[in-house]
């Protein structure tokens, strides 16, 4: 009996697919296809795979082609596979070709004609493209525009920007079909807009948003007072709209599987989270230009108040904040340090614009404690420590483009499927805006 084994994501399963299979079932007897696991194909940067690895599985085995169906988990899986199963054949679609000749050793490879104008990812992109408009005040624009060219279904379109930013944006940027100081213009232009304009204008600015359906990625905070956030969900819910924070570390694989392991217990009852986000300006700046910039806490603060409320909830006793305010007339300040007391938890974030300190994230519990090194939000690592050294384990993920890609993804899907796929929920976006607005109130405010 001839073996042939072939592999492939099969997302969105299409007729390319189908004749792929069938001329791999004629090579021999006996047919294998091994299909990619969701974290395998986001290692090798295939990130905007739309079906389960469930349903991509189901849509093989239905074609009746198949006669044993696989997962392919990891690199190098594939050798494993042919020696275990005794394969004759490897065979793989010819956009491969040369790319599978180091298997020779283990089995005959052969590539098949890729069959012309189909694929998954312009099935994926045709679903409808979304046209995004870009509204800030921070050449992070730059950065955010280059990610979005790994996310298959989505185009930015547009850019609403003051004239001083404009002059560091990319060609790229600077050429888009529609670029205006004229917010309602760009609205007009696109489906949906990202946000990285001062929290001051967000309330503004999500609202109209809303009010033209448009959907809206933010940088948080959303709002500014509990009240106005409250009223922007509800408004985003009515009309339809997706309103989703925009914070890039929660879209990174190592943050997600250290929530998840501190979740399930790995370091026994969490009493302690502790985390440090700062950055130093790079001039001093005048007042005026305090009135444009972003302050320590709404630049920093969301970021490192995330694994606090997403580890230990947002149902804290009691916070003080503590701020070195260099401008009390806009609320600058270039220090924050907040504490939290939980029923049985503590946690603390030191915040700083003007302050460095060592950006790094401790989590600590009754068995270990979770260590990440600085710059802990953009994680692609991290130690699981305990009592005994020997028995410490490290964590390494992929992190491409800071997780901005992988936080569009979730942005179009929630989109495309109507249904909130942020990885930040409603409690935990409001929890951050309660924060902003008890350190604009002063309450429970200590200065120094
Ligand atoms: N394939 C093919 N003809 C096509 C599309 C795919 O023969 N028009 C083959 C590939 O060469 C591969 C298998 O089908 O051997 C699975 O391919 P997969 O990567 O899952 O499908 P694509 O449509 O190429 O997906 P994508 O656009 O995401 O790369």
Redesign the pocket.
Known sequence: MIKVI?Y????LF?F??Q??LERAKALGDYLIVGVTADGFDRARG?INVQQSLMERMEAVKATGIADEVIVEEYEGQKIDDIMRYGVDIFA?????KCYFDYLDEYCQVVY?E???G?????LRAEKREVHLGLVGDSLFLNKFEKESHFVNGVKIVGLCVSPSVAVGLSDELRCLPCVTEDYDALLREVDAVYILSKPADHYEQIKAAILCGKHVLCEPPIALSVKEWAELNELAKTKGCILMDAIRTAYSTAYYRLLLLVKSGCIGKVVSVDASCTSLRDNDITPNERREKWNSICSWGPNALLPVFQILGVDYKQKTITSHIEDESVMYDSFTKITFIYPQAVASIKVGKGVKTEGELVVSGTTGYVYVPAPWWKMDYFEIRREDPTENKRYFYQLDGEGIRYELVSFLKAIQSGKNFSYINDKVSEAFVQVMEDFYKGCNLIRI
């Open positions: 072939t492939g994501t099969f997302d299409h390319g697919h004749r792929l295939k793989i679609g010819s956009d491969w098949l890729r069959t012309a189909v694929s998954s990812s312009e």
